[in-house]
């Protein structure tokens, strides 16, 4: 078993797709999440993370990672939707979205996490009224003194059904939405970062290194995509083309249909290793299957 791999990750980010495609191909490297505060900080006493999810304001880039002194590498994975938190009381708390004339109605709270990109929100008479995290702005919404704009999937992991009700913008907004980014220290920039960087790109078991590198970039443009979709609450992702059917092999005696014979793959090569974790699982899966049909006889009987 390897030294654990620690990911950080931004709170109303949901890190178990990769954890579990992390699990599914490098089973001897134990990935622990580690949930930052609200503020998007690591818990106080808390261990150092090798790999960071962060979000970042619209067009922004990860904490450290540009410029001629930059101690971090960073890679942008998808963009967030935006929703409108209100109180439960408020004339727009059944609306399903909200539209561009909507917000119009609301009195729209400054608060820390309030992009200069939004629509402005109106200005505090006195500046230290105004809340200093999202926490305390949320409990300003919840005495129905007025609205806040939050990224949706930071909303839902925040909010308090009992105060607040969370509605997302209409698209006709066109607003630029907080990004998630993930960083590293240019220090960890090692093999086993680089394999999780991978998967965090949409590496999965059936694809390695050696494929077409414009495959991870694809898969990478599908996970952003239904990333956004699922936080604007559609289902699914991106409908995919069926793939083309290839032509079956032929024998040498010109046969058509006959599968072509496999080739060895190197011993503890990546191959071999996806191989063996695939015939493993098949293993399992056969062996439930018995196990199952051994109780059902039973329960005849």
């Known amino acids: 078993m390897n030294a654990p791999l620690r990911l950080g990750f931004a709170r109303g980010v949901a890190p178990t797709k990769w954890a579990n495609r992390w699990k599914a191909i490098f089973p001897e490297t134990p990935l622990v999440l580690v949930p930052l505060t609200p503020a998007g900080r690591?818990?106080?006493?808390?261990?150092?993370?090798?790999?960071?999810?962060?979000?970042?304001?619209?067009?922004?880039?990860?904490?450290?990672?540009?410029?001629?002194?930059?101690?971090?590498?960073?890679?942008?994975?998808y963009v967030e939707s935006l929703a409108l938190v209100l109180p439960v009381e408020h004339e727009l708390a059944e609306a399903t979205v909200i539209e561009p004339d909507g917000l119009a109605l609301v009195h729209l709270l400054d608060h820390p996490d309030h992009a200069a990109e939004w629509?402005?929100?109106?200005?505090?008479?006195?500046?230290?009224?105004?809340?200093?995290?999202?926490?305390?702005?949320l409990e300003l919404v919840g005495t129905g003194l007025g609205g806040i704009l939050l990224p949706l999937p930071f909303a839902r992991h925040l909010a308090n059904k009992r105060a607040h009700?969370?509605?997302?913008?209409?698209?006709?907004?066109?607003?630029?939405?907080?990004?998630?980014?993930?960083?590293?220290?240019?220090s960890r920039d090692d093999a086993t970062v680089q394999q999780f960087i991978g998967v965090l790109r949409g590496r999965t078991g059936r694809s390695s290194r050696g494929e077409d590198p414009g495959a991870d970039d694809a898969a990478q443009a599908d996970d952003a995509a239904a990333s956004a979709s699922v936080g604007a609450g559609q289902s699914g992702g991106p409908e995919r083309k069926p793939a083309a059917k290839k032509p079956a092999a032929k024998q040498a005696g010109g046969q058509a249909g006959a599968k072509a014979p496999k080739r060895a793959l190197p011993k503890n090569s990546r191959g071999a290793q996806l191989a063996a974790a695939a015939e493993k699982r098949e293993r399992a899966k056969r062996a439930k299957a018995a196990e199952k049909q051994k109780q059902a006889k039973r329960r005849k009987r």
């Open 42 to 77: 690591l818990p106080a006493g808390e261990e150092p993370v090798d790999v960071l999810l962060e979000r970042v304001a619209p067009g922004g880039e990860a904490e450290s990672s540009s410029g001629e002194d930059r101690t971090r590498h960073g890679v942008r994975l």
């Open 165 to 186: 009700v969370i509605v997302p913008l209409s698209p006709a907004f066109e607003l630029p939405g907080t990004e998630i980014w993930a960083s590293w220290d240019r």
């Open 119 to 137: 629509p402005e929100p109106q200005p505090w008479a006195d500046p230290s009224w105004a809340p200093k995290n999202v926490r305390a702005a």
